[in-house]
């Protein structure tokens, strides 16, 4: 089992920056992908970006330029710094963890994290 423990969001004015982070525990193995999603309120749950154990990246195209997702392996955490935020980034923020072990795929989440963005 993997647990993924989220801290940061908050409220911010439109403009503003708020850094998110993600700490995993567990049965991690070394190869993994971890990142974010987010869903609004009658939306459904979207990629924010993500970041594979081998420092591949992928990001939303509404986040290009304006977020940057970094990580720690030895740690096994991953963060989001979000910059030029915009209101239509109010959402709960999800950490994710993908892994495969054994040629079984797991999924795993965190909490959720509420990020809201005022005009």
């Known amino acids: 089992q993997v647990q993924l423990v989220e801290s940061g969001g908050g409220l911010v004015q439109a403009g503003g920056s708020l850094r998110l982070s993600c700490a995993a525990s567990?049965?991690?193995?070394?190869?993994?992908?971890m990142g974010w999603y987010r869903q609004a309120p009658g939306k459904q749950r979207e990629l924010v970006a993500t970041m594979t154990s081998g420092g591949s990246t992928n990001y939303a195209d509404s986040v290009k330029g304006r977020f940057t997702i970094s990580r720690d392996n030895a740690k096994n955490t991953v963060s989001l710094q979000m910059n030029s935020l915009k209101p239509e980034d109010t959402a709960v923020y999800y950490c994710n963890l993908k892994q495969i072990v054994g040629f079984t795929p797991y999924d795993y989440w965190g909490q959720g994290t509420q990020v809201t963005v005022s005009s």
């Open positions: 567990g049965s991690i193995s070394s190869i993994n992908t």
